[in-house]
Nanobody
Framework: QVQLVESGGGWVHPGGSLSLSCTASGSRFVIYAMGWFRQAPGKEREFVAAINWSGRSTRHADSVKGRFTISRDGAKNTVYLQLYSLKPEDTAVYYC???????????????WGQGTQVTVSS
């Protein structure tokens, strides 16, 4: 089984940047794809980005495309999310999750991290 742990969240001014990471660990596991989701208070969880483990295919939500970039380091079992030009509406808890395929829907993901808080405000 696999466990996922996110880190790198924090507070930044609008227009600032952050880099999030998610590291997978466990006794034995195989990751085919990993995604990032976010959930703001009172809002439903939404898709942010996903990547297959080869790193050759990525997918980004329209709301973040051009500002956020997903990447991975296979040797470290780690996926990253680089956030640029942050807006107050980006404020949310960001979760990483593992899946069997690259997907934008939550039901395709079977393992989730605990989340890391990103706050964007003046």
């Amino acid at each position: 089984q696999v466990q996922l742990v996110e880190s790198g969240g924090g507070w930044v001014h609008p227009g600032g940047s952050l880099s999030l990471s998610c590291t997978a660990s466990g006794s034995r596991f195989v990751i085919y794809a990993m995604g990032w989701f976010r959930q703001a208070p009172g809002k439903e969880r939404e898709f942010v980005a996903a990547i297959n483990w080869s790193g050759r295919s990525t997918r980004h939500a329209d709301s973040v495309k051009g500002r956020f970039t997903i990447s991975r380091d296979g040797a470290k079992n780690t996926v990253y999310l680089q956030l640029y030009s942050l807006k107050p509406e980006d404020t949310a808890v960001y979760y990483c999750a593992a899946a069997k395929i690259l997907a934008a829907t939550m039901n395709e993901y079977d393992t989730w991290g605990q989340g890391t808080q990103v706050t964007v405000s003046s």
